[in-house]
């Protein structure tokens, strides 16, 4: 199996990670507010891979410069900018609304890959985003029509972040080592967060936090996503994406909400209808689709 198949293989389970926990999160911010969660989240991860690379890739941090600071920080505004554009939505759409037009990253960042990485897209690229959207949509509104209100503008923000930092990762992987480029965006998703934080909600969530953090759900969700779906999730994305593409990426990444579905039919005692099943297999039909695509060649992935 090549380096290509390994990175997707790679991504499937950071998106497995991410959809399976989404019920575990959802239940945390209902006690700790987002923005907070966030802040302890992300400053934890970085920390985390901080100390990962301190103790076994000490070598790593010698090739630290300004422009690989710059680029991480770009990396993380675009992180930020993504969980809080949609944090800020939520108040104003529905959740169906929010999933929809989120993963519609999955159709934008074969046009930001173009733009930014000036590589051609192929049609397997194309006819896969385009039938991994149309999955979303089933699988998002089943048995109701869409339709738009004055929260979906921030959620569209959000999708443009999202498929930025994924374009962007695309660009910056190749160049630095994956531990401190992505150590170092997520310490600034954490700085950001805090400070959002404080101006939006004040500083008494992160001073209660603490208190908070007592509580078996709060805490558990947040040691799940220090560790695994933000520590782990952005290094194995930040070190994948030397090897794959920006757009399989998204398409990849369009299995998060199937999980997410699966996970609700097993533990939340949710249902699935005919819509959502089908759905669901055009999603993974998508993603089947760009694995069968020709694989890119090169140490970075291309078209």
């Not at 339709?147 to 999708?159: E, M, P, T, W």
Request: net charge positive; proline share 4%.
């Amino acid at each position: 199996m090549n380096r290509s198949r390994i990175a997707d293989l790679s991504l499937l389970l950071v998106a497995m990670m991410w959809g399976c926990t989404f019920l575990i999160v959802q239940s945390a911010v209902r006690v700790l507010p987002p923005l907070a969660f966030n802040s302890i989240r992300f400053t934890g991860a970085a920390v985390l891979l901080a100390l990962i690379t301190a103790v076994f890739y000490r070598q790593e941090w010698r090739k630290l410069s300004l422009r690989m600071v710059m680029h991480a920080l770009l990396l993380g505004l675009f992180l930020f900018l993504g969980y809080g554009f949609q944090t800020v939505g939520l108040l104003y759409t529905t959740t169906s609304n929010t999933g929809f037009i989120t993963g519609l990253s999955v159709v934008l960042v074969p046009f930001l890959s173009l733009a930014l990485l000036k590589t051609a897209i192929s049609r397997y690229t194309w006819l896969s985003a385009g039938l991994a959207a149309g999955g979303l949509y089933l699988l998002t509104f089943t048995g109701s029509a869409f339709s738009l209100n004055k929260g979906d503008g921030l959620i569209l923000l959000c999708a443009v972040a999202f498929a930025l930092q994924i374009a962007y990762t695309g660009r910056y992987a190749p160049r630095y080592p994956a531990l401190p480029l992505a150590a170092l965006q997520l310490g600034f998703v954490g700085l950001l967060s805090i400070a959002a934080s404080l101006l939006v909600d004040g500083s008494g969530p992160l001073l209660h936090s603490g208190e908070l953090l007592r509580q078996p759900e709060v805490l558990s969700a947040m040691l799940i996503s220090i560790g695994p779906t933000s520590a782990f999730a952005f290094w194995i994305q930040t070190a994948c994406q030397k090897y794959t593409t920006p757009s399989r990426v998204a398409i990849i990444y369009a299995m998060e909400p199937v999980f997410a579905a699966v996970t609700g039919l097993l533990f939340g005692g949710e249902t699935l209808g005919v819509s959502a099943l089908l759905g669901c297999g055009c999603i993974l039909a998508a993603m089947l689709l760009a694995e069968l695509s020709p694989a890119p060649s090169g140490t970075q992935a291309q078209g």
